[in-house]
């Protein structure tokens, strides 16, 4: 691919440009403004790629996912998240001896330090566990202070991985007001996550596999996105040379947000409000349409994907099988089945290239599985987690690297003076 040519004010700029493995083209800017004095303008970066990455490749138009060249649909159906983790991480599906010892690694890292029960008890009951969750990750960087040491990385890593769920599910445990649940050696990464969850000290639990395998699948659909706001989130934090758990708790608190992965929530809650109003799908259709509402239907539409999102495919099917396995008599299935339709066959949604998202039957299934609403964004970000590890860890080895620093436009006051409180 040959130069890139701007014609600025009468003046040409040549720009060089840059292919990647699926032929995707950028034009390098990097020296642009060093050259014209002008910038280039993207707000939300809809156009702007700000890193080269050989992590996730995701075709919008095609609803191509794929984790270092591996396809979601494949990954979903035959690997483990931990195998996933895995993959994203170091680049390469483990082999066996990799994976036990990867897997023992997450079994004995599980356990928080004692003295973090103390940071749990002093939030109110009420507390969003996705706050709970960002915090005690942040919490982290104070009980293992070397994480950013290069030599201490991958123990790190370990760590991160392997007490998320716990941190997780002791949010849950204090909300309900019930004894926290340790974790054990003798279970898997989503056994144990259920373990801790849902097993009581009265009472012996045991892990249902359906709800294991819908938890393994779920975490794999969200387990990595490209740069989307929350991994952009992390980059940036990271390119400061903050260590890991600061980084990845301001990527929590990014993903926290509605229009992110704060929609799973924002859906259930949604079609509980339609069931609530009689099943009028088409009102819901209409407010979304009518922007002065201020309503969006959550759970549609996406930056990259315009013709379908492959991970909402996947989770569509899922939901019936679940719900049907589970035995479980969900009517907001039908409701959003319902909505999906109607949308889809309405001229607004069809123009603007709006389709369910992974987050529109994700929740279906989460409630089917036991896992209250409020816990919802947790486990995607539960899921995220190899993201944006893999994400942060590209971005740190990745010589090239600067601290991200973008520009503006400034459309402020120009110079005036100061003007003393008594002549204002
Ligand atoms: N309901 C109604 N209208 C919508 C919706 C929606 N859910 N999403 C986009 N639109 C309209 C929007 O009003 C705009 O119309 P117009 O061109 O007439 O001004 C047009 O579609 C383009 O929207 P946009 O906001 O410019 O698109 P974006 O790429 O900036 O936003 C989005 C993408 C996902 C934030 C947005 O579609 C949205 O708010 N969806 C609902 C929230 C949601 O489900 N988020 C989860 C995303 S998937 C999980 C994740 O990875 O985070």
Same mark, same amino acid.
């Given at each position: ?16 440009t ?38 996730t ?13 591996y396809?979601i ?10 195998e996933?983790?895995y ?20 079994t ?17 009951p ?28 991958? +123990?790190?890593?370990?760590?991160l ?28 990464y ?70 992110h ?29 009518d922007?002065?509402s ?33 035995? +479980? ?21 069809i ?74």
């Amino acid at each position: 691919m040959g130069n890139a040519k701007i014609l600025l004010d009468e003046k040409e700029y040549e720009l060089p440009t840059v292919v990647g493995s699926e032929d995707e083209v950028g034009i390098d800017i990097s020296k642009f403004r060093a050259q014209s004095r002008a910038i280039t303008l993207d707000s939300g970066y809809g156009n702007t790629g700000s890193c080269q990455s050989a992590i996730t490749f995701i075709n919008g138009e095609k609803g191509i996912l794929r984790y270092r060249g591996y396809p979601i649909e494949q990954l979903a159906k035959q690997a483990s998240f931990s195998e996933v983790c895995y993959l994203l991480i170091y680049g390469e599906l483990p082999g066996g001896q990799q994976l036990e010892e990867f897997n023992r690694g997450l079994t004995y890292h599980s356990m928080l330090h004692e003295d973090m029960k103390k940071l749990f008890e002093g939030y109110p009951p009420t507390a969003h566990p996705m706050a709970i969750l960002s915090s005690m990750v942040t919490s982290l960087a104070t009980y293992y202070p070397h994480a950013h040491l290069e030599d201490r990385l991958d +123990v790190n890593i370990m760590r991160l991985i392997a007490k998320a769920p716990t941190i997780a599910a002791l949010s849950y445990k204090k909300a309900i007001g019930q004894p926290f649940i340790y974790p054990r050696n003798d279970m898997s990464y989503t056994e144990n996550f259920l373990h801790m969850m849902f097993a009581v000290p009265a009472e012996p639990y045991t892990v249902n596999p359906v709800v294991e395998r819908a938890l393994n699948l779920l975490l794999i659909l969200h387990a990595d996105h490209e740069q989307n706001c929350s991994t952009s989130t992390v980059r940036m934090v990271g390119s400061s040379h903050a260590n890991l758990y600061v980084s990845i708790a301001a990527g929590i608190s990014a993903l926290w947000g509605p229009l992110h992965g704060g929609a799973n929530q924002k859906v259930i809650e949604m079609l509980k409000m339609i069931h609530a109003d009689g099943d009028n799908y088409q009102k819901y259709v209409d407010k979304a349409k009518d922007k002065s509402s201020g309503f969006r239907l959550m759970g549609f539409g996406h930056r990259v994907y315009k013709n379908f999102d492959p991970r909402a495919r996947i989770l569509k099917e899922a939901a019936d099988a679940v719900l049907d396995q589970l035995g +479980v008599d969900e009517p907001l299935l039908e409701i959003a089945r319902n909505l999906e339709k109607v949308a889809l066959e309405d001229e607004f949604f069809i123009e603007r290239r709006l389709y369910p998202n992974v987050d529109f039957y994700s929740g279906i299934i989460y409630s089917a599985m036991g896992i209250p609403t409020k816990m919802f964004t947790v486990m995607f970000a539960l899921g995220r987690l190899p993201g944006w590890i893999s994400q942060w860890k590209e971005m740190r080895e990745d010589p090239k690297t600067k601290i991200n620093r973008p520009r503006q436009i400034y459309t402020g006051a120009t110079e005036r003076a100061y003007v003393s409180i008594d002549d204002r």
